[in-house]
C-alpha cells in the first residue's frame, strides 16, 4: 500500500492574513443582516414574497450548497468503495468541505424557515409524498455520518497527545483511553457509514431535483421536466470531482503548498465522460420535450439556460478532454471553476430564474441583506476550513513522513 | 410565450414521468390526512350573477378575526379597479373584469383557496401540516408547520400567503372554507353573507348537477365550462362566467392532478425502499470484492 501519498498533517502557517481579515468583515456584514431576519422577520431582510416564497438562501445556500458538498460522496464512493487509493489523499479534503458545506447547508435553511424552532418537525411529522421531507431527513442523517466519518481524523489528532489543563490534568488517561476506544470501533465500523453516505447523497442529491416538479407549469419548461431528479443527481456527481480540484488548488495557494498535480490530473481526466453523460441528459430531455423553441426568443430564461450549458457545461467538457489542460494547474483550475460555476448556476436558474408564479406582478431579485447573508456564510465557511486544516491532519504533504502511525491514516479501510 | 403552451409541455412532462418511474401515485403510505369523501362539499361560484358588493370580503375578514373595518367602507368600488390576490390580510378578494358575452355588466370573480381534490399543498408539506378534511376542506395545522413555504411554491393557483412580517409564529394564510363553521354544519361566513346568488354551498356532485343545468338553461350566458370540474383533478369550489375563464386571469392548467408526477417519482425511488437498500447492497459488494482484489494482489507480491 502507497502511503507516501497519504500523509495527513496539519498545515503549519500564519492563520491571519490580510485576506483572512477581509474574509472575517464579509462574515460580520452578513451576521448583521442575520440578526435582522431574527429580530424583525423575513420580510424586514429578504425581498421575498406571497408570489416568490423561495429566492436567493434556498437556490444558493440549500440547493447550490448540497451539489458542491458532492465531492464528498463521490471521492468516497472513488477511494473507498472502489478502493482506489492513490485518491485517498483527497478523499480527506473533500470530507471536509462535504462535512462544512453541509452544516452550512443546514444552518441555511435555519435561517430562511419562518418557524426555525420548529426545524426538527420533519422527525417526527412525516409526510411520504413530499419531496422536501425527503430532501430533509436525508440531509440530517448524512450530515451525522459525516460527522461521524470526520471523527478518526480528531481522535488521531489527539490519541497520545491528550494534555488538559490544570486540575483536568487526571483525566489525560481516561481520556486517551475513550479516544483510543472509539478509534478502534470507528475503523471497524466506518465502511458501514461510508456506504450509508454514498446511499443518502444519491437519494437527496436527486429527491432536490424532484422539489419543484410540484410546482408544474409555474416553472419554466426549459427546466420542467420529470427527468429533473436525475438531471440533479448527474450534475452533482459530475460536480464532485471539478470541487475538489478547485478547492485544492485554491488551499494550496493560499497555504503556500506544492499542488497535488499527479492526482489532480488523474481526477481530471475523469470528469469529462461525467459532464458528457449530463449533458447527454440535458440535451436529449430538451429534444424530446422540444422546449429548443424557448431559445429562439431573447429571455431572461433562454438566456440564463445558454450561459449554463455553454459556459458551464460544454467549454469545461471541451477543456478537460485536452491533456494539456490535465497538466497545467491555471487551466484545470479555470476548467474546474467553469464546472463549479455552471452547476451554481443551474441550481439558481432551477430555484429563482426558473420561477414564475401565474400572478407575478414583479419578479424577484435578491436584496442586499439576502446576498449580505449568502456571501457571509462563504466566507464563514472558508474561515472554518481554513482553521480546521491548521489544526487537524486533513491535507497530506507528500514526501514527508510527519504524518501519525499509519494505522490511521486510512479510515474504513481495515489492513 | 411562443406558440406551444406549457400546459402541452406539462402534458409531455407527465407522460415522460410515469414511464420514467412506472409507478402510479396511489401507493402513498405515510402521510398526512387526505380523504376523498363521495359528500364532499363545494361551492359554485356564479360569476354573472355576482355584483361585485365584496360583503364576503367583509364577512370572511370578520369570522377569522382579521381587521375588517366597517362593512359600509366595501361600498366604495374604486378598489375594484386594481387586480389584487388574497393575502395575510384577506383571505379572498374580488376582482373586476370588463363584461363578458350578451351583457353590458361588469364581470366579479370571488378569489380564495379552490379546496383541490389532490391537493399540491397537502402533497408538498414538509410535515403534513395540511390536509384534506372529510368535508371537502383544506386546511393548514399552526402547530407544525415550520414555515419552509414549500406549500405557497406548489399551489397552482398561488394561494397561501405567509406573514413574512412576524419574527416568531409566522402563518401561512388562505381560506380555510371557514372550517370551524362548516365542520358543525353551517354556511362558510361568504357564503351566508352573499346577497345575491352568486355563492352556492353544497355537495360537490349536487353542484356539478346545478352548473350544468344551468349552462343548459341559459346558454347564452354562460360558456360551456365549469371551472374546477376536472381542472388539476377536480376542485372543490366551482366557477361559472360569461366568457373565457383565461381572460378572469385563471390559470390554463390541465387536467392532471398537481402532485401526480413528484408523487410518482418520490415513490418509485423510494418502493418501499427497495431501491435504497439495493443500492447499499450493491455498493457494499463492490467495496468488499475490491477489497478482497488488493489483498490477493498484496499477498501475491509478498
Ligand atoms: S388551491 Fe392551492 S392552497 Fe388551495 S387546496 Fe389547491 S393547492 Fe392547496
Ligand atoms: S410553510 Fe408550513 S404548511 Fe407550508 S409546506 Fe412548509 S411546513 Fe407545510
Ligand atoms: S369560505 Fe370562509 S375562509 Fe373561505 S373565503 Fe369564504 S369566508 Fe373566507
Same mark, same amino acid.
Given at each position: 500500500?502507497s502511503?507516501?501519498?497519504?500523509?495527513?498533517?496539519?498545515i503549519?502557517?500564519?492563520? /491571519?492574513t490580510?485576506?483572512?481579515?477581509?474574509?472575517?468583515?464579509i462574515a460580520?456584514?452578513?451576521?448583521?443582516?442575520?440578526?435582522?431576519?431574527?429580530?424583525?422577520?423575513?420580510?424586514?431582510?429578504?425581498n421575498?414574497?406571497?408570489q416568490?416564497?423561495w429566492g436567493?438562501?434556498?437556490?444558493?445556500d440549500?440547493a447550490?450548497?448540497?451539489?458542491?458538498?458532492?465531492?464528498?460522496?463521490?471521492?468516497?464512493?472513488?477511494g473507498?468503495?472502489?478502493h482506489?487509493?492513490?485518491?485517498?489523499?483527497i478523499?480527506?479534503?473533500a470530507?471536509?468541505?462535504a462535512?462544512l458545506?453541509?452544516?452550512f447547508?443546514?444552518?441555511?435553511?435555519?435561517?430562511?424557515i419562518?418557524?426555525?424552532?420548529?426545524?426538527?418537525?420533519?422527525?417526527?411529522?412525516?409526510?411520504?409524498?413530499s419531496?422536501? *421531507?425527503?430532501v430533509g431527513?436525508?440531509?440530517m442523517?448524512?450530515?451525522?455520518?459525516?460527522?461521524?466519518? *470526520?471523527?478518526p481524523?480528531?481522535?488521531?489528532?489527539?490519541?497520545g497527545?491528550v494534555?488538559?489543563?490544570?486540575?483536568?490534568t487526571?483525566?489525560n488517561?481516561?481520556?486517551?483511553?475513550?479516544?483510543?476506544?472509539?478509534?478502534r470501533g470507528?475503523?471497524?465500523?466506518?465502511?458501514? /457509514?461510508?456506504?450509508a453516505?454514498v446511499?443518502?447523497?444519491?437519494?437527496?442529491?436527486?429527491?432536490?431535483?424532484?422539489? #419543484?416538479?410540484?410546482a408544474?407549469?409555474?416553472?419554466?419548461?426549459?427546466?420542467?421536466?420529470?427527468?429533473?431528479?436525475?438531471? *440533479?443527481?448527474?450534475?452533482?456527481?459530475?460536480?464532485?470531482?471539478p470541487?475538489v480540484? /478547485?478547492?485544492?488548488?485554491?488551499?494550496?495557494r493560499?497555504?503556500?503548498?506544492?499542488?497535488?498535480?499527479h492526482?489532480?490530473?488523474?481526477?481530471?481526466?475523469?470528469?469529462?465522460?461525467?459532464?458528457?453523460i449530463?449533458?447527454a441528459?440535458k440535451?436529449?430531455?430538451?429534444?424530446?420535450r422540444?422546449t429548443?423553441?424557448?431559445?429562439?426568443e /431573447?429571455?431572461?430564461?433562454?438566456?440564463?439556460?445558454?450561459?449554463?450549458?455553454v459556459?458551464g457545461?460544454?467549454?469545461?467538457?471541451?477543456?478537460?478532454l485536452?491533456?494539456?489542460v490535465?497538466?497545467?494547474?491555471?487551466?484545470?483550475?479555470?476548467?474546474?471553476?467553469?464546472?463549479?460555476?455552471?452547476v451554481?448556476?443551474?441550481?439558481?436558474?432551477?430555484?429563482?430564474?426558473a420561477?414564475?408564479?401565474?400572478?407575478?406582478?414583479?419578479?424577484?431579485?435578491?436584496s442586499?441583506?439576502?446576498?449580505s447573508?449568502?456571501v457571509?456564510?462563504?466566507?464563514?465557511?472558508?474561515?472554518a476550513?481554513?482553521?480546521?486544516v #491548521?489544526?487537524?491532519?486533513?491535507?497530506?504533504?507528500?514526501?514527508?513522513?510527519?504524518?501519525?502511525?499509519k494505522k490511521?491514516?486510512?479510515r474504513g479501510?481495515?489492513? | 410565450m411562443?406558440?406551444?403552451?406549457?400546459?402541452?409541455f406539462?402534458k409531455?412532462s407527465v407522460?415522460?414521468?410515469?414511464?420514467a418511474?412506472?409507478?402510479?401515485?396511489?401507493?402513498?403510505?405515510?402521510?398526512?390526512?387526505?380523504?376523498?369523501s363521495?359528500d $364532499?362539499?363545494?361551492?359554485?361560484?356564479d360569476?354573472t350573477?355576482?355584483?361585485?358588493c365584496?360583503?364576503?370580503?367583509w364577512?370572511?375578514? =370578520?369570522?377569522?378575526?382579521?381587521p &375588517?373595518?366597517?362593512?359600509?367602507?366595501?361600498?366604495? $368600488?374604486?378598489?375594484l379597479?386594481?387586480?389584487?390576490?388574497?393575502d395575510?390580510?384577506?383571505?379572498?378578494?374580488?376582482?373586476?373584469?370588463?363584461h363578458?358575452?350578451?351583457?353590458?355588466?361588469?364581470?366579479?370573480?370571488?378569489?380564495?383557496?379552490?379546496?383541490?381534490d389532490h391537493p399540491?399543498?397537502?402533497?408538498?408539506?414538509i410535515?403534513?401540516?395540511?390536509?384534506k378534511?372529510?368535508?371537502g376542506?383544506?386546511?393548514?395545522?399552526? =402547530?407544525?408547520?415550520?414555515?419552509?413555504?414549500?406549500?405557497?411554491?406548489?399551489?397552482?393557483?398561488?394561494?397561501? &400567503?405567509?406573514?413574512? =412580517?412576524?419574527?416568531?409564529?409566522?402563518?401561512?394564510?388562505?381560506?380555510?372554507?371557514?372550517?370551524?363553521?362548516?365542520?358543525d354544519?353551517?354556511?362558510?361566513a361568504?357564503?351566508?353573507?352573499c346577497?345575491?346568488?352568486?355563492?352556492t354551498?353544497?355537495?360537490?356532485?349536487?353542484?356539478?348537477?346545478?352548473?350544468r343545468?344551468?349552462?343548459? $338553461?341559459?346558454?347564452?350566458?354562460?360558456?360551456n365550462?365549469i371551472l374546477?370540474?376536472?381542472?388539476?383533478?377536480?376542485?372543490?369550489?366551482?366557477?361559472?362566467?360569461?366568457?373565457e375563464?383565461?381572460e378572469l386571469?385563471?390559470? =390554463?392548467?390541465?387536467?392532471?392532478?398537481?402532485p401526480?408526477?413528484?408523487?410518482?417519482?418520490?415513490?418509485?425511488?423510494?418502493?418501499?425502499?427497495v431501491?435504497?437498500?439495493s443500492l447499499?447492497a450493491?455498493l457494499g459488494?463492490?467495496?468488499?470484492?475490491t477489497?478482497?482484489?488488493?489483498?490477493?494482489?498484496e499477498?501475491?507480491?509478498?
Open positions: 500500500m502511503h507516501e501519498l497519504v500523509n495527513p498533517v496539519p503549519k502557517h500564519k492563520f /491571519f490580510p485576506g483572512v481579515y477581509v474574509l472575517i468583515v460580520l456584514n452578513g451576521l448583521v443582516f442575520l440578526m435582522g431576519r431574527f429580530f424583525f422577520g423575513l420580510g424586514a431582510v429578504t421575498l414574497n406571497d416568490y416564497p436567493l438562501w434556498i437556490g444558493v440549500v447550490a450548497g448540497v451539489a458542491l458538498a458532492a465531492g464528498g460522496f463521490t471521492t468516497a464512493a472513488f473507498h468503495v472502489m482506489k487509493e492513490e485518491y485517498h489523499a478523499v480527506r479534503p470530507l471536509l468541505t462535512m458545506g453541509y452544516t447547508v443546514a444552518v441555511g435553511v435555519f435561517v430562511d419562518g418557524r426555525w424552532y420548529f426545524i426538527w418537525h420533519p422527525l417526527i411529522m412525516w409526510n411520504g409524498n419531496a422536501l *421531507f425527503e431527513i436525508c440531509v442523517i448524512y450530515m451525522t455520518v459525516l460527522y461521524i466519518e *470526520f471523527l481524523i480528531v481522535t488521531e489528532r489527539f490519541i497527545k494534555n488538559l489543563p490544570g486540575l483536568l487526571a483525566l488517561k481516561p481520556a486517551d483511553k475513550i479516544l483510543r476506544l472509539l478509534d470507528l475503523s471497524k465500523t466506518m465502511f458501514i /457509514f461510508i456506504i453516505g446511499v443518502l447523497s444519491t437519494l437527496h442529491q436527486s429527491s432536490l431535483g424532484t422539489l #419543484m416538479v410540484i408544474g407549469p409555474k416553472m419554466h419548461p426549459l427546466w420542467q421536466t420529470p427527468v429533473l431528479p436525475l438531471l *440533479f443527481l448527474l450534475s452533482a456527481v459530475s460536480v464532485g470531482f470541487m480540484i /478547485f478547492e485544492s488548488l485554491i488551499a494550496s493560499s497555504l503556500k503548498l506544492k499542488p497535488e498535480m492526482i489532480l490530473s488523474r481526477l481530471g481526466s475523469m470528469i469529462a465522460p461525467l459532464l458528457g449530463y449533458l441528459f440535451i436529449g430531455d430538451m429534444f424530446i422540444e429548443f423553441v424557448y431559445l429562439n /431573447f429571455t431572461t430564461a433562454s438566456v440564463m439556460f445558454s450561459i449554463e450549458v459556459l457545461v460544454i467549454i469545461p467538457l471541451r477543456m478537460f485536452s491533456p494539456k490535465l497538466k497545467s494547474p491555471p487551466l484545470l483550475f479555470t476548467a474546474s471553476a467553469l464546472v463549479v460555476f455552471g451554481l448556476l443551474n441550481r439558481i436558474n432551477n430555484f429563482v430564474v420561477y414564475t408564479p401565474p400572478y407575478s406582478t414583479e419578479s424577484y431579485f435578491p442586499f441583506g439576502e446576498i447573508v449568502t457571509g456564510f462563504v466566507a464563514l465557511l472558508v474561515l476550513y481554513r482553521f480546521i #491548521m489544526n487537524f491532519p486533513v491535507i497530506s504533504l507528500p514526501g514527508q513522513q510527519t504524518a501519525q502511525p490511521y491514516t486510512i479501510v481495515e489492513k | 411562443s406558440g406551444k403552451s406549457r400546459r402541452d406539462l409531455k407522460a415522460i414521468g410515469s414511464v418511474t412506472g409507478l402510479s401515485a396511489s401507493t402513498a403510505k405515510a402521510g398526512p390526512k387526505n380523504i376523498l363521495e $364532499r362539499m363545494g361551492v359554485l361560484v360569476t350573477a355576482c355584483v361585485g365584496r360583503n364576503c370580503e364577512a370572511c375578514k =370578520d369570522a377569522h378575526n382579521l &375588517a373595518g366597517n362593512l359600509d367602507s366595501y361600498e366604495d $368600488r374604486k378598489i379597479e386594481t387586480k389584487r390576490r388574497p395575510q390580510t384577506a383571505l379572498t378578494v374580488v376582482n373586476e373584469y370588463p363578458g358575452k350578451n351583457s353590458n355588466l361588469p364581470v366579479d370573480v370571488k378569489v380564495q383557496c379552490m379546496h383541490c399540491a399543498c397537502v402533497s408538498a408539506c410535515v403534513g401540516a395540511f390536509s378534511q372529510e368535508n376542506s383544506v386546511i393548514w395545522d399552526t =402547530d407544525m408547520c415550520i414555515g419552509c413555504r414549500y406549500c405557497m411554491a406548489a399551489c397552482p393557483f398561488q394561494i397561501p &400567503a405567509f406573514e413574512y =412580517d412576524k419574527a416568531i409564529n409566522p402563518l401561512i394564510m388562505k381560506c380555510d372554507f371557514c372550517f370551524n363553521r362548516t365542520k354544519g353551517k354556511l362558510p361568504c357564503v351566508n353573507i346577497p345575491v346568488e352568486a355563492l354551498c353544497g355537495p360537490r356532485h349536487e353542484l356539478i348537477k346545478i352548473a343545468n344551468r349552462i343548459k $338553461r341559459n346558454p347564452n350566458r354562460y360558456v365550462h374546477g370540474e376536472y381542472e388539476v383533478g377536480g376542485t372543490s369550489w366551482m366557477y361559472l362566467a360569461s366568457k375563464f383565461k386571469d385563471f390559470p =390554463d392548467l390541465g387536467k392532471n392532478p398537481a401526480g408526477v413528484s408523487e410518482s417519482i418520490q415513490h418509485g425511488i423510494f418502493a418501499y425502499f431501491p435504497p437498500v447499499y450493491l459488494g463492490i467495496m468488499w470484492i477489497k478482497r482484489r488488493k489483498e490477493l494482489e499477498e501475491e507480491k509478498i
